[in-house]
Structure formats: C-alpha cells, structure tokens
C-alpha cells in the first residue's frame, strides 16, 4: 500500500513509459478506499490527470464508473484503442479503475 506521493510517481514513470512504448490507453488500478477511510490514492491520481489533461499532456481519462458504452467519452477511447471494447469492467461502474487516453 504505497503513499499518496509514492503512487503519484509511479503513475508518472508509468505515463512515460507508456506512451514510449506506443500505447494509446493506459488503465490503472487504484482501488476505491473500501476501508471507509481510503481513497486518497484514487482522488489524487485523477486530480493529478485533470491537471494533465487541462495542459494538453494527456488527451483524456475516464474513471471507472463512466467506462460505459452511454458515455461520449468511452466511445471516442474505443476509436483509439478498439480493444477497450472486450475490457472487463465496460459496464460495471468500477470506481477503482481508471482509463487514460494518452
């Protein structure tokens, strides 16, 4: 269980690295603070990608519970990476699970 700022970074060497490697969509894993307590790791990271995505770094993300085929967002990520589509947690309003579009 790694600290806010511990997980920030490794989001970012995360970030790097994918989109050296050529990936188009990168689905992170945070949790949802089910301790009742928790969470921190899932606010900061998407307060972080908000601030990503406002200085063009990042094109866009989706957080778990909007991954749906209703969503505008969802469909253009789909465009990207056609492979979204089988993901398993499309339709499950999974608030653990973040989806970046880099």
């Given at each position: 269980?790694?600290f806010?700022d511990?997980?920030?970074?490794r989001?970012?060497?995360?970030?790097?690295?994918?989109?050296?490697?050529?990936?188009?969509?990168?689905?992170?894993?945070?949790?949802?603070?089910?301790?009742?307590?928790?969470?921190?790791?899932?606010?900061?990271?998407?307060?972080?990608?908000?601030?990503?995505?406002?200085?063009?770094?990042?094109?866009?993300?989706?957080?778990?519970?909007?991954?749906?085929?209703?969503?505008?967002?969802?469909?253009?990520?789909?465009a990207?990476?056609?492979?979204?589509?089988?993901?398993?947690?499309?339709?499950?309003?999974?608030?653990?699970?973040?989806?970046?579009?880099?």
């Amino acid at each position: 269980m790694p600290f806010v700022d511990q997980a920030i970074k490794r989001l970012t060497f995360e970030l790097h690295h994918s989109r050296s490697m050529g990936c188009s969509v990168l689905k992170i894993i945070h949790g949802y603070g089910s301790s009742g307590t928790g969470g921190r790791i899932r606010t900061e990271s998407r307060k972080y990608l908000a601030r990503l995505k406002d200085r063009g770094e990042i094109r866009d993300f989706i957080k778990g519970e909007n991954f749906s085929i209703f969503e505008e967002a969802t469909r253009r990520a789909f465009a990207r990476c056609d492979a979204l589509r089988r993901d398993q947690d499309l339709d499950r309003y999974n608030n653990g699970v973040t989806f970046i579009l880099l």
